[in-house]
Nanobody
Framework: QVHLVESGGGLVQAGGSLTLSCAAS????????MGWYRQAPGKQRELVAA???????NYADSVKGRFTISRDNAKNTAYLQMNSLKPEDSAVYYC???????????????WGQGTQVTVSS
């Protein structure tokens, strides 16, 4: 069983910063792509940022220049550093691992449980 454990969510004032972490199971051999998604009440879940094993990244236009995604492959952990936060960034943030591999082969894609980020004005 693959588990993604998120941490770092909370309440922050507009203009502040917050860093999210997503730690995958230690037994995982590798993950091709790790990404962060978010979903606000009444809205569709959307991609925020993603990063490949080669450290190629892509971001939603709404967060470019403010958010930074990174990963530690040795720890199977992804991070999302969020700066200059806006009330519009408030949402439940989800970590996703795409194309997870064990030592014996591909296992599939997995989602974290989500963590709440609330930005007050």
């Amino acid at each position: 069983q693959v588990h993604l454990v998120e941490s770092g969510g909370g309440l922050v004032q507009a203009g502040g910063s917050l860093t999210l972490s997503c730690a995958a199971s230690k037994s995982i051999f590798s993950i091709d792509v790790m990404g962060w998604y978010r979903q606000a009440p009444g809205k569709q879940r959307e991609l925020v940022a993603a990063i490949t094993t080669g450290d190629n990244t892509n971001y939603a236009d709404s967060v470019k220049g403010r958010f930074t995604i990174s990963r530690d492959n040795a720890k199977n952990t992804a991070y999302l550093q969020m700066n200059s936060l806006k009330p519009e960034d408030s949402a439940v943030y989800y970590c996703k691992a795409d194309r997870v591999y064990s030592s014996s082969g591909a296992m599939g894609d997995y989602w974290g449980q989500g963590t709440q980020v609330t930005v007050s004005s």
